[in-house]
């Protein structure tokens, strides 16, 4: 059984600070690793997309993924209270194209 | 970036009928369409994958007879709830697998929130 594993949190940073998110996954196999943004009632926004060993930076995202740990994660830079959502988890594996995602880590910035 | 669309964003309706849900990849051919439901406070269900022009495979517990997949061609796909009940009621949302940026990616609809009265 392919498992994705996340924090569900809440996790509660004040603004301006780094938030970091963390992901385990269970499928050596996997390949793609996505990051999703979530706001309530809203459905997934995609915010980052990584594949390969190492950090990859989007403004004030950095996805960071590590494959011998087999955990990835997102580092959100200056955090803002507009960054308060659910951050999802997923990876795929070279076998599949379907995903599996995390439960999700709740993020609250508090001014 | 990649835009998904989906029609109707909300709807109500009487229990026993039916309802149909469009999700369309506006500037990118999806291989692939998945369809999810969300309960509040919970996370995605996966209800079926499905390709252009095959029979969607449905994920277990989900009655293919209830919840109807078309996938008409490569930006078009249809979720209908046949005899909708109560119980029907959440958040569907679809999302389309392409390669709009060069990778293969999952690109989510806004969603389409179900009350069934």
């Known amino acids: 059984q392919k498992e994705v594993e996340q924090n569900s949190g809440p996790l509660s940073v004040p603004e301006g600070a780094i938030a970091s998110l963390n992901c385990t996954y269970s499928d050596r196999g996997s390949q793609s690793f996505f990051w999703y943004r979530q706001y309530s009632g809203k459905s997934p926004e995609l915010i980052m997309s990584?594949?390969?060993?190492g950090d990859k930076e989007d403004g004030r995202f950095t996805a960071q993924l590590n494959k011998a740990s087999q955990y990835v994660s997102l580092l959100i830079r200056d955090s803002q209270p507009s960054d308060s959502a659910t951050y999802l988890c997923?990876?795929?594996?070279?076998?599949?194209?379907?995903?599996?995602f995390g439960r999700g880590t709740s993020l609250i910035v508090h001014p | 970036g990649a835009v998904v669309s989906q029609h109707p964003s909300r709807v109500i309706c009487k229990s026993g009928t039916s309802v149909k849900i469009e999700c369309r990849s506006l500037d990118f051919q999806a291989t692939t369409m998945f369809w999810y439901r969300q309960f509040p406070k919970k996370s995605l269900m996966l209800m079926a994958t499905?390709?252009?022009?095959?029979?969607?495979?449905?994920e277990q517990g989900v009655e293919k007879d209830k919840f109807l997949i078309n996938h008409a061609s490569l930006t078009l796909s249809t979720l209908t709830v046949t005899s909708a009940h109560p119980e029907d009621s959440s958040f569907y949302i679809c999302?389309?697998?392409?390669?709009?940026?060069?990778?293969?990616?999952?690109?989510f609809g806004p969603g389409t929130r179900l009350l069934v009265l």
């Open positions: 499905s390709n252009e022009g095959s029979k969607a495979t449905y």
């Open positions: 997923a990876a795929t594996s070279g076998g599949s194209y379907i995903p599996t």
């Open positions: 990584i594949y390969s060993n």
């Open positions: 999302s389309a697998r392409g390669r709009p940026a060069g990778q293969e990616t999952q690109y």
